[in-house]
């Protein structure tokens, strides 16, 4: 879990949060909730699992998920830096 979540729960734990921060940390975990399905979305998708092909010229053209190696997975996981 990210920094900016564990700050969040901290802040929504404690008595007088204002209905303002409640809006921007909201808008915050909506957004971060998009990021996420994002890059899950690549990995759900049936075409990111075409197969293989290597093309006449000697070319390799790999399945979308193996040239990937999990880089979405990982930046998702790591806060999209």
Same mark, same amino acid.
Request: some cysteine; hydrophobic content about 35%; proline content about 1%.
């Given at each position: 879990?990210?920094? %900016?979540?564990?700050?969040? %729960? ?7 949060? *204002? ?18 399905? %994002? /890059?899950?979305?690549?990995? /759900?998708?049936?075409? *990111? ?7 006449? *010229? $000697?070319?390799? /053209? ?7 190696? $999990?880089?979405?997975?990982? %930046? ?6």
């Amino acid at each position: 879990m990210s920094d %900016k979540i564990e700050e969040i %729960k901290r802040r929504h734990c404690q008595l007088g949060d *204002s209905g303002l921060q409640r809006l921007i940390d909201r808008a915050y975990l909506l957004a971060e909730v998009e990021r996420l399905r %994002k /890059a899950l979305a690549f990995y /759900a998708d049936q075409r *990111s699992y075409r197969t293989t092909t290597v093309h006449m *010229s $000697g070319h390799f /053209a790999g399945q979308p998920v193996m040239i990937d190696g $999990g880089a979405q997975a990982r %930046k998702a996981l790591e806060g999209g830096r």
